[in-house]
C-alpha cells in the first residue's frame, strides 16, 4: 500500500518560494501520476499540478502556470513541487496524491483533477502560509 508524505511548507513573504518534496513508500513513483492539490481556508480543495513521472508530462492550474513546476526528485521515489513568486492567495494546506494512471496529465487533461482519479493514496498535506 503505497503512502506519501509531504514536507518542505512554512511561511514565506510574498513573491519568495518553496519547494515542496513528496516522498513514497514505495521503490519507485515511476508507475503513478502524481497530483498536488491545495485548500485555503473556507475554499474547496483545488488541483494545481499533474506530473506524469513515467513520462515527465506535468500540467497545472491557470493560477499557478508559470510560477510553478513539478519534477523528479533526488531519489525515484520522490518528486518535488517548485513554487516561485507566491502571493497570499497561495496560503493553504498542499497535499500530494498518487494515481495509478501513469499518463494521466495528458491522456485526460481536461478531467485530470477529478476526484475519481484520486481515490486512493494522499499525504497528510503540510502548511504554506505567503504572509509578511
Known amino acids: 500500500q503505497l503512502q506519501l508524505a509531504e514536507s518542505g511548507g512554512g511561511l514565506v513573504q510574498p513573491g519568495g518560494s518553496l519547494r515542496l518534496s513528496c516522498v513514497g513508500s514505495?521503490?519507485?513513483?515511476?508507475?503513478?501520476?502524481i497530483g498536488w492539490f491545495r485548500q485555503a481556508p473556507g475554499k474547496e480543495r483545488e488541483g494545481v499540478a499533474c506530473h506524469s513521472v513515467k513520462d515527465g508530462t506535468t500540467a497545472y492550474a491557470a493560477s499557478v502556470k508559470g510560477r510553478f513546476a513539478a519534477s523528479w526528485g533526488d531519489a525515484p521515489n520522490t518528486v518535488y513541487l517548485q513554487m516561485n513568486s507566491l502571493h497570499a492567495e497561495d496560503t493553504g494546506v498542499y497535499y500530494c496524491a498518487a494515481t495509478r494512471d501513469p499518463y494521466l496529465c495528458s491522456r485526460d487533461y481536461a478531467r485530470m483533477f477529478k476526484d475519481e482519479y484520486w481515490r486512493e493514496y494522499w499525504g497528510q498535506g503540510i502548511q504554506v502560509t505567503v504572509n509578511t
Open positions: 514505495i521503490y519507485t513513483l515511476d508507475h503513478y501520476t
